[in-house]
Nanobody
């Protein structure tokens, strides 16, 4: 499975952005991670087709993951962007129920990342 992430950019604090991730094949679940300079890759949220969405507590209320299954695409909408949201955002996927979770090591497939830069 190949993943293609897009939608990043440079925005002002308070603005919104929607990232997209297109999968080339069937997946069991997909997730978003982010990595700020000098920091480890951080789990943001995941969507499991049979079980809904889950988010890390720090982004609940501002981040929304949704999907268009017909297009094999997952979206990450980020509202009220803050400078601390600046990072490279990655989408990830697994193709079976035995993988996936909250750690990068749990995912088998990764997109190339899309940069989000938020200025104050």
């Amino acid at each position: 499975v190949q993943l293609q992430a897009s939608g990043g950019g440079k925005v002002q604090a308070g603005e919104s952005l929607t990232l997209s991730c297109v999968a080339s094949g069937r997946t069991f679940s997909m997730a978003w991670f982010r990595q700020a300079p000098g920091k480890p890759r951080e789990f943001v949220g995941t969507i499991m087709w049979s079980d809904g969405t889950y988010y890390v507590d720090s982004v609940k209320g501002r981040f929304t993951i949704s999907a268009d299954t017909a297009k094999n695409t997952v979206y990450l909408q980020i509202n009220s962007l803050k400078p601390e949201d600046t990072a490279v955002y990655f989408c990830a996927a697994v193709t079976n129920e035995y993988s996936g979770g909250y750690t990068p090591e749990s995912y088998d497939y990764w997109g190339q990342g899309t940069q989000v830069t938020v200025s104050s």
